[in-house]
């Protein structure tokens, strides 16, 4: 099996998922609606660009401090 480096700018699904205190399940249905895209890696082991990880959190401490 071949080791993958994730690439600048680029999150792995756990690193997302330890970022926000989301479980595996959460992620998938954040993915599902349409909150986060995968930039990359393979199916069983997909990217996530920083910038939309980052721009998610914002809007959820914005919605939880109104």
């Not at 399940?25 to 954040?30: D, E, F, I, S, V």
């Not at 986060?36 to 401490?61: L, N, S």
Request: hydrophobic share 35%; charged share 25%; aromatic share 8%.
């Amino acid at each position: 099996m071949e080791s993958q480096i994730t690439p600048p700018g680029c999150l792995t699904a756990r690193d997302v998922q330890r970022a926000l205190g989301i479980t595996p399940g959460a992620l998938r249905n954040l993915v599902y609606r349409g909150h986060f895209t995968r930039a990359g890696g393979t199916e069983r082991h997909p990217w996530y660009a920083v910038k939309d990880v980052a721009a998610y959190a914002a809007k959820r401490a914005e919605r939880q401090t109104a």
